[in-house]
């Protein structure tokens, strides 16, 4: 069937986002499209040619129906590790990698305890893996967190090899560092999904300093990044 909605192309309003949007009208098609709306102003023809991947393209259809039904049938039921092992049991992934953050590596060895309960190995490779000093990349002794002593870079890519030559079927990072992820997830061969996003001040919930934006975390809402 075909989409009824109009098409047109963004003009003046194109600076405006979803990043705007207060309605998401786009979830149940139930209030209205705001003015600027991705979803009725896109380029014409884009929404359709994308949707016409899903279909010609089997593993991301497989992906996004197991995603999918995962979240119809354990709804606001399965925690995130319990979503994940299931998603790889659905996908039938036999290998799978956890790219952890080396501080984090009780949480890691507790995910692979809680895997192998299920019948699922766990390959971690930790972000320190390899042992090079920070200062090969052109970090300066001062900038290290103690100076004069050994410190061992993150070695994202270090892992995301490691974990390609294992032949992971499906990463799953544990920690990484902002950035240092982005390069895991350049590098890694498997798909990735996330189990622990790291943030050291919130406990591993960076969607808590969102939530007080308001309130005890206003400074956020400041033009000036800490310093
Ligand atoms: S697609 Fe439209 S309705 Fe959906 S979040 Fe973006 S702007 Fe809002």
Request: aromatic share 6%; charged share 25%; glycine share 8%.
């Amino acid at each position: 069937m075909s989409d009824p909605r109009p098409l047109k192309n963004l003009d003046k309003l194109g600076n405006l986002s979803c990043a705007n949007c207060t309605v998401g009208n786009c979830s149940k098609l139930t209030k209205s499209f705001p003015d600027f709306c991705l979803t009725t102003n896109a380029r014409e023809g884009i929404v359709e040619d994308v949707t016409k991947r899903y279909v010609k393209s089997p593993k991301d259809r497989k992906i996004a129906l197991a995603a999918a039904e995962i979240e119809s049938a354990y709804y606001g039921r399965a925690t995130r590790v319990e979503e994940i092992l299931i998603f790889i049991e659905k996908m039938g992934y036999k290998k799978v990698g956890a790219a952890t953050c080396a501080g984090l590596l009780n949480e890691c060895s507790t995910f692979a305890r809680i895997a192998r309960a299920k019948g699922i190995e766990i390959y971690g490779v930790a972000c320190k893996v390899g042992a090079v000093d920070k200062t090969v990349i052109g970090l300066t002794e001062e900038q290290k967190i103690s100076p004069g002593s050994h410190e061992s870079m993150c070695n994202p890519i270090l892992q995301a090899e490691l974990l390609n030559e294992e032949k992971t079927d499906f990463n799953v990072i544990i920690g990484l560092c902002a950035g240092h992820d982005t390069l895991f997830i350049k590098h890694s061969k498997a798909p990735v999904t996330y189990l622990v996003v790291k943030d050291r001040v919130l406990c591993h919930n960076p969607a808590a300093a969102l939530y007080g934006a308001n309130t005890y975390y206003r400074r956020l809402l400041g033009p000036e990044l800490p310093k």
